[in-house]
């Protein structure tokens, strides 16, 4: 199994809602990320977790909030969003640099955020 | 500051000849690169990657070369298809991170015309 799920596809949510993203890989990946993509633009980096620990956070508002309850799912909680969050945020997840140092990510099909 | 980016946003080719997409990246300590596409609702798909110890990788209809005197990359593809239609990335794995933090090209559309 070489897929990472991503849910709901799409989500439609206003600036006061609570809501979570969530992401779902059997691939044994020790490593997985959060990116947020814009319309025409590459991926942007938000969050990478090793070993179910959050070891990189790209300075992003607290108003994201990643969760990592076990090896295979990854979470990320929406609350007091902007418009201008409305983008595809996109899961990927990878070998760690320990276990592979050429560590290919797999991207999921992503979640396309529209905040009202 | 450092980044990938790409040569040209947008490439059109006739369906049957080759294509090829640039990518410049600027960080030398990068030792793995990879091609990812990316089509139209759909998240980035691999397409082929190379390490920074090898010139060249070929794939089925694709092939990599990286040229790091001038730390160039391009992919070329060979009997584009409709199908080939896409935005196309490069990116770089820099070291000394746990995870692997990519950094992405600016990204080519590629638009393949029947």
């Known amino acids: 199994d070489t897929e990472v799920t991503q849910t709901p596809k799409h989500l439609v949510m206003g600036m006061t809602n609570k809501k979570s993203l969530k992401c779902e890989q059997h691939m044994g990946h020790r490593a997985m990320y959060w990116y947020k993509q814009k319309a025409k633009k590459p991926p942007e980096l938000m969050f990478v977790?090793?070993?179910?620990?959050?070891?990189i956070n790209e300075s992003v508002p607290s108003r994201f909030s990643p969760e990592c309850p076990n090896s295979s799912l990854l979470n990320l909680h929406l609350h007091a969003l902007q418009p201008e969050d409305s983008a595809l945020y996109l899961c990927?997840?990878?070998?760690?640099?320990?276990?592979?140092?050429?560590?290919?990510?797999?991207f999921g099909p992503g979640t396309r955020l529209t905040v009202l | 500051g450092e980044s990938v980016g790409l040569h040209l946003p947008t490439l059109s080719v006739q369906e049957g000849d080759n294509s090829i997409i640039n990518c410049a990246y600027s960080n030398s300590a990068s030792d793995y690169f990879i091609w990812y596409k990316q089509e139209s609702g759909k998240g980035p798909q691999f397409i082929i990657d190379i390490r920074s110890n090898m010139d060249k990788r070929q794939g089925q209809r694709v092939t990599v070369l990286l040229n790091k005197t001038v730390k160039h990359l391009s992919l070329q593809i060979a009997a584009t298809q409709p199908g080939d239609s896409a935005v196309y990335f490069c990116?770089?794995?820099?070291?000394?991170?746990?995870?692997?933090?990519?950094?992405f090209g600016q990204g080519t559309e590629l638009s393949v015309k029947p």
């Open positions: 977790y090793s070993y179910e620990k959050l070891s």
């Open positions: 990116a770089e794995n820099r070291r000394g991170n746990q995870g692997g933090k990519l950094i």
């Open positions: 990927a997840s990878s070998k760690t640099r320990e276990a592979s140092p050429y560590n290919e990510q797999f």
